[in-house]
T-cell receptor, first 117, second 113 residues
Framework: AQSVAQPEDQVNVAEGNPLTVKCTYS??????LFWYVQYPNRGLQFLLK??????LVKGSYGFEAEFNKSQTSFHLKKPSALVSDSALYFC???????????????FGKGTHLIIQP | ETGVTQTPRHLVMGMTNKKSLKCEQH?????MYWYKQSAKKPLELMFV???????ENNSVPSRFSPECPNSSHLFLHLHTLQPEDSALYLC????????????FGPGTRLLVL
């Protein structure tokens, strides 16, 4: 079975400072990793994903994430936080299923990111 | 967000009611999903459809009944729900391949009284 852990319920960062939202995963096989963001009363918006290749993935709104296979981590980062980055962030994983195809995603419980002016 | 739409956005129903949630995708995808988002719980996958065939059902109670008449539309029929079924129900779509990104709709906020 696959699982995702987001160890922090909430992360507080001052505007202009770098931010990191942590994610670790557990899978059997090669992982496909995703980050989504959710604003209040909205659905999930895709930020970025790691499939294969370069371990540093760049995504929307200046976010990036680094895939670390040895530490089974996929932390989300941004060099300079904005107040508008305040939201709920989800890490998710998927693995190849027998016969191919697209399983549903397994999500972490989410991390509230609060950027203070 | 206009790629995947969901109606209604809000729904209040009694435990004896029958209602349906609708999802429509305008992205040319061939896989669709239902997820449940409850307070203080991770998003839970409920159903997966590929090319209008259900390929996954995560032990969801029979009071939830999905329907996928074509690759653009997905329904979730609700019958005799319980108060603990109150949640945000999210629809998503993607191309049917493990590398593909799922795109989510805005969700239907359901309250069962």
């Amino acid at each position: 079975a696959q699982s995702v852990a987001q160890p922090e319920d909430q992360v507080n960062v001052a505007e202009g400072n770098p931010l990191t939202v942590k994610c670790t995963y557990s899978v059997s096989g090669n992982p496909y990793l995703f980050w989504y963001v959710q604003y209040p009363n909205r659905g999930l918006q895709f930020l970025l994903k790691y499939i294969t290749g370069d371990n540093l993935v760049k995504g929307s709104y200046g976010f990036e994430a680094e895939f670390n296979k040895s530490q089974t981590s996929f932390h989300l980062k941004k060099p300079s936080a904005l107040v508008s980055d305040s939201a709920l962030y989800f890490c998710a994983v998927r693995v190849d299923r027998a016969g191919g195809g697209a399983d549903g995603l397994t999500f972490g419980k989410g991390t509230h990111l609060i950027i203070q002016p | 967000e206009t790629g995947v739409t969901q109606t209604p956005r809000h729904l209040v129903m009694g435990m004896t009611n029958k209602k349906s949630l609708k999802c429509e995708q305008h992205l040319g995808h061939n896989a669709m999903y239902w997820y449940k988002q409850s307070a203080k719980k991770p998003l839970e996958l409920m159903f997966v459809y590929s090319l209008e065939e259900r390929v996954e059902n995560n032990s969801v109670p029979s009071r939830f009944s999905p329907e996928c008449p074509n690759s653009s539309h997905l329904f979730l029929h609700l019958h005799t729900l319980q108060p603990e079924d109150s949640a945000l129900y999210l629809c998503a779509s993607s191309l049917w391949a493990v590398r593909e990104t799922q795109y989510f709709g805005p969700g239907t906020r359901l309250l069962v009284l």
